[in-house]
């Protein structure tokens, strides 16, 4: 079956200017979490959704940084005013919890460059 | 605050060698993952660990984990050059639901 997409695979834009970023889940997923990896490092945590509960912001770095997720479908990040430090690919993964396993499925992430 | 720390960070092995990669975390758990991630790629799951005491083996990659140590490891037997990547461990906090990464191990098998 289908797994995370993701899009624009990559995105160039200018400092300043604001940018979103979709992630299409696997389907029945409920689970849905965003995550920053800038070049050599590790993930670094954002944001995390789980079914209609409130979606748990602690990870996102600063207020320009937002996400929605409609029901358990689609999810947009969208980051206001980039700046050059939010160079990075993000990456979206969904899971779903079967007998007390939550494993993520990672999309193909977006790299998104700030100039 | 969990914490995950992997060694090496970076390792440079001649093909036909052993290596095993640590992985030590900071709280109780008992769900530990392995990932996989080529250069330019995505996140590949490799294992999923579930107990203490649990081992799993997919050709050349053996994981473990020690929950009492809050370690597991990846050991690579007689390596191939196709098993070069990034290599992170992520422990899951069932207190809120979500994992956390280590730092990755970069894995370059030279010929």
């Known amino acids: 079956g289908a797994g995370v997409s993701q899009s624009p695979s990559n995105k160039v834009t200018e400092k300043g200017k604001d940018v979103e970023l979709r992630c299409d889940p696997i389907?029945?997923?409920?689970?849905l979490y965003w995550y920053r990896q800038r070049l050599g490092q590790g993930l670094e945590f954002l944001i995390y959704f789980q079914g209609n509960s409130a979606p748990d912001k602690s990870g996102l770095p600063s207020d320009r940084f937002s996400a929605e997720r409609t029901g358990e479908s689609v999810s947009t990040l969208t980051i206001q005013r980039t700046q050059q430090e939010d160079s990075a690919v993000y990456l979206c993964a969904s899971s779903l919890e079967i007998a007390g396993v939550y494993e993520q499925y990672f999309g193909p992430g977006t790299r998104l460059t700030v100039t | 605050e969990l914490k995950v720390e992997q060694n090496p960070l970076f390792l440079s092995m001649q093909e036909g060698k052993n290596y095993t990669i640590y992985c030590n975390y900071s709280?109780?758990?008992?769900?530990l993952y392995w990932y996989r991630q080529d250069p330019g790629k995505s996140l590949e799951s490799l294992f999923v660990l579930l107990s203490n005491g649990a081992v799993k083996q997919e050709g050349r990659l053996m994981a473990s984990l020690d929950t009492k140590a809050r370690l597991s490891t990846l050991h690579i037997t007689a390596a191939v050059h196709d098993l070069s990547a990034t290599y992170f461990c992520a422990v899951f906090n069932f207190g809120n639901e979500k994992l956390t990464f280590g730092t990755g191990t970069r894995l370059t098998i030279i010929p």
């Open positions: 389907s029945g997923h409920t689970a």
């Open positions: 709280t109780t758990s008992d769900r």
